[in-house]
């Protein structure tokens, strides 16, 4: 929906988006159209690439990648095409039952061990983090999500939570990091800073680079499947 609002707006005129859902041989199929200007054609292949992007610093690449990788996950697929007459529809497909999905979706079963985690989610952007918070949903998992440093100390204080995995992007607002959260919970020596798994979906610099070696904690690059965000919970919560 951002992106075709943006389309539409780039357009200079008013324009309509369309949403529609149908089912279909055993399938929900959706469909966003809207009336923007359409996707270049020499760049219509590239529009689930990560870090693909045509806004500038206004974009992160990510949203539509972590989408794609959505759908696939839970045994879709996803693909965009140019309408005649202008504009661009999205349209994706997923199994009505899971248990019938396509094997290209076997990993949208759940693969924890069976161990119901407690996870909090600290990231800024929020397509991303809706993304992370519906992979980890899928897996069993209890989520918890914030958006900032300051939200995230509060979530700390509350004694009644209790967290077995933070899932901490690097970057987190103009004036904290993610390595910031590291410390403070470093800190406190109650040891959870161990819990913490590092996101990023940028090229990593000389400094966060040591920073990560200084930490000693794993990285999960964005975007992620479902079967290597499983992975690495399970990892950190056994310790």
Do not use: C
């Amino acid at each position: 929906m951002v992106n075709a609002r943006q389309a539409i707006e780039g357009t200079g005129r008013p324009g309509q988006v369309l949403i529609v859902g149908q089912r279909t041989d055993g399938y929900v199929l959706v469909t966003v159209e809207d009336t923007g200007a359409g996707v270049p054609p020499e760049i219509l292949d590239r529009v689930f690439e990560p870090f693909f992007t045509t806004k500038g610093d206004a974009g992160t690449g990510l949203g539509l990648a972590i989408s794609f990788g959505l759908v696939r996950g839970m045994g879709g697929r996803m693909w965009m095409q140019n309408v005649e007459g202008g504009g661009a529809r999205l349209a994706f497909e997923l199994p009505l039952d899971t248990t019938q999905a396509p094997a290209a979706g076997a990993a949208a079963q759940p693969l924890a061990s069976g161990r119901r985690l407690a996870v909090l989610v600290v990231e800024d952007e929020d397509n991303v983090r809706r993304g992370m918070v519906l992979l980890a949903k899928r897996l069993g998992h209890d989520v918890i999500s914030v958006d900032n440093f300051a939200e995230a100390r509060h979530r700390l204080k509350q004694s009644a939570e209790r967290y077995d995995v933070f899932l901490v992007d690097v970057h987190l607002d103009d004036a904290h990091t993610g390595f910031d959260l590291f410390e403070h919970l470093r800190m406190e020596g109650r040891g959870r800073e161990r819990r913490i798994v590092f996101t990023t979906g940028d090229s990593i610099s000389a400094h966060t680079r040591d920073e990560l070696q200084r930490s000693e904690r794993p990285v999960l690059r964005k975007p992620f499947s479902l079967q290597e965000l499983s992975e690495i919970l399970e990892r950190v919560a056994r310790g």
